[in-house]
């Protein structure tokens, strides 16, 4: 994994939502949206995946036109078609139908020459869930300030 290079994450993923489970893909793309990608002009927000017809789709990315592209540039928002293995499509086609799920995109990165997406099935934060979440991140950093003071106090 050392030779992966982030090339854009979605913080918002994890503040909104429990992450269940995760699933590499492979993207399809057109050649001025590689270009971009090189130069790291994509943006997850927003986007989210759905599955139809056997095949699964990220709707709304947005990979930034590519600067020295022609007239026939990219559509900077289309949907693109993410490449699994059967057995996760349907698992993936089963629980977002059933169980109220969702597949968010967590990051978009380089895996040696191939763009990948790392995706999440994941179920929406409440919003008392994330006020909780916030409340225990401050506990925590506030006796890391207290345990840090002790040992420099006690040296």
Known sequence: MSDNRLISANRKARRDY?????????????????????MGAANLKDSYATVSGG?????HLHIGPYDKGNI??????RTRKLLL???EIRKLE???????????PLSLYWKGKLAKVELALARGKRQYDKRDAI???????ELDRVIKNRIRHNR
């Open 135 to 141: 409340a225990r991140r401050e506990q925590a950093r």
């Open 85 to 87: 293995q059967k057995r």
């Open 18 to 38: 429990h992450i269940l489970d995760r699933y590499e893909a492979g993207i399809c793309l057109l050649g001025t949206e590689v270009k971009s990608l090189r």
């Open 55 to 59: 095949e699964v789709f990220l709707h």
């Open 94 to 104: 089963t629980a977002t139908q059933e169980k109220g799920l969702t597949i968010v």
């Open 72 to 77: 026939a540039n990219h559509d900077p928002t």
